[in-house]
Structures are given as structure tokens and as C-alpha cells.
């Protein structure tokens, strides 16, 4: 598949503009932008329903870039479903939490999840600590970096993180993976109750307009840049985004291994400067219950179109195979992958 094919599979085929898969414009296409996408996703290629093995993605909300990315993988699946049986379809999700859980429970087969949380759930740690380590948990591949970002208006008497104590901040959607790593964060920074007394948890889709009409004072959130959430606000109105670093920080990156520092680029949103921060890896992971041949096909169907995958969203243009193989995935790979990885040089060959 050709570089901008990939990403021009949904806009050609449904009529929307040009730049509809990374720029402000989904917003008002959003609705009918996901039925095409779910029209298009089912059928990409003939098969009968004796013949295909169907399997779910858990993605995120449709603003951010787990809901395009998990389009594109069913897309290119469903390519050549009739060759290697797999049928692909995927859903908006509450994010990381959420498609851990269910992926536990057996309700979806594939998910995108934050590596902090990838590897909480895998040892049974923080939010998890009920449930326990979930030991069947695998990894497929690992996708951009994302970013623990902090939005407010340029207007906002709010200049440093600190100030937000007490301030009415949405946090993201319960289940989500930002609402978890927001938790994570003040109880490092040593935040108390009384602190978050204006903590809301709106869904993603109300934050630019809650933000520029002074429902919220900021919001929060991990995502990859650059993001549609923010550009959505700057058309509403001016923002300033907040650095999160300072000692306490450079301690959390020092003791936790899923933790990256990260800068949101200047350019990304016309700032004036870069904004330093840390984040995240987004990781695709499965079950250990999921059929090696499964994983397989659905890896070599990403790998082998990876050049068109890359446009799919500014986010992902820097993605190189060797780190998707190899970055930021505490759960041991799935044994489909390896398989891919190593038949392709990108891992050593088993001793």
C-alpha cells in the first residue's frame, strides 16, 4: 500500500476533506466519519462468515489517535481477510483502564494501552492491586510516545503546575488512562484532597468548548502530538500548555521504567516555545489466549504497510520497526510476534 493511501482510504471513500484523519476538521465530520469507518472496516475484502475468525479492537475516544490508528489495522487486515481468515472490527473505548479490563474479561481481543499501565496491569501493581497481576497479558507492538499534557486558557492566571491546586481540572474519563496517571501524579507531587476539590472527569469530546467557555480552568490528559484535542481548543480559543518537570518528576522517571521524558514541540502548536513534560508509550497488546496465527497476520499486515501506516497521523510519522518490536512493552510479546520479529530480522533468532 502506497504512503498516503492508508490515510486516504476513510477520506476518499467517504467524502471527506483532505486533511479530515489529522486536523481540527473531523470534529464536525465525527459522527459520520465513524460509521464510514465501521462500513469500510467490514468490508475491505470478500470472505464468508464460515471462513473468518473475528476479533475486536479496544481504541480510545475518537479524538485522539488510538480511535484512527485501530481504523487503519482493521483496514489493513481486512485486506486479506480471505487469505488468512481474520476479521477485523474495533471500538471507541474509555482508553487504557477500560480496554485492560475488558481484555481480561474476554470482551475485546486486541487493545491499546499506556506502557505505565501495560505494565501495572502486568504486575498487579497500583490499580490493580485487587484483581491482581495479569499474567496472561501479551504484547504486540509499541506505537508513538504520549505526552502528560496540561491545557489551559492563555488568558488563565495559571503559569506552573503547582498553581492548579484547587483549580477545576478535568482529568479524563474514568477508565481512561489519563484519569489513572493523573492520580499517579499528585500523589507524587504530594497533592491532598483538598487539592483536587475541582476535579471533573468529562469526556474528551466536551473538553475544548468546557475549557474556552470557563466550565473547566484546564484539563489533563496523555496523548500523542500533535493532537486534535488541541488544535479543537486553539479553534475555540487561545491556550497555553503547562511544562510538568521539576525534581519530583525526574525521581518518577528515575524510579519507574515506563516513563519517558518527552517535549511537545513548539511548531506542533504555534507556541512560542517547546513545553517540557514526560509521558508514556502507547502499546498494542493482546491475551496469551489469542491464537499465534492471529497475532501473526495481524502484525504482518501492520509491518508490511508500515510506510502508508506512518501517514496516517502526525503522531505516528517517527514510528521505526525495530522500536515497535522492542519499545516500552513490560508484558512478555506475544509468541505470533516474536515469530514476526525474528522471520524478520528485527529481533535475534531464538538460541
Known sequence: MSKRLLSGIVRAACGFPANCMNSTSVGPH???????????????????????????????????????????????????????????????????????????????????????????AFHGSVRFLEDGPFEDLRSVFSLHSETATFVVR??????????????????????????????????????????????????????????????????????????NLVEETQQLCEIRLLGIEGKAIDSLLEEAPYYIKVTVPADDYGMPESVASYGAVATFVTSANMPDEIVHALVSSVFDNLEGFKQLHPALQNLSASEMASRGMEAPLHPGALKFYREQGLLPAAE
Not at 63 to 80: D, E, R, S
Not at 95 to 106: K, T, Y
Not at 157 to 173: E, M, P, Q, R, T
Open 154 to 227: 492563555k488568558e488563565s492566571g495559571y503559569h506552573s503546575f503547582d498553581a492548579l491546586k484547587g483549580a477545576k481540572i478535568n482529568v479524563g474519563s474514568e477508565g481512561s488512562g489519563s484519569a489513572a496517571s493523573w492520580n499517579a501524579l499528585v500523589k507524587r507531587l504530594g497533592w491532598l484532597e483538598d487539592d483536587q476539590k475541582g476535579v471533573s472527569n468529562l469526556k474528551t469530546s466536551k473538553l475544548a468548548e468546557a475549557l474556552c467557555s470557563g466550565e473547566i480552568d484546564g484539563y489533563f490528559e496523555l496523548i500523542g502530538h500533535p493532537a
Open 30 to 120: 465525527r459522527h459520520s466519519l465513524l460509521a464510514c469507518l465501521a462500513f469500510l472496516v467490514v468490508s475491505a475484502s470478500p470472505g464468508t462468515a464460515q471462513e473468518q475468525r473475528f476479533i475486536t479492537i479496544g481504541t480510545a475516544g475518537v479524538t485522539g489517535v488510538y480511535f484512527p490508528t485501530g481504523a487503519a489495522i482493521c483496514t489493513l487486515v481486512n485486506q486479506n481477510r480471505a487469505k488468512h481468515g481474520v476479521r477485523c472490527a474495533f471500538e471507541p473505548t474509555r482508553g487504557s483502564i477500560s480496554n485492560i479490563d475488558r481484555l481480561r474479561a474476554g470482551k475485546l481481543d486486541f487493545g491499546f494501552v499506556q506502557s505505565d499501565w501495560q505494565y501495572h
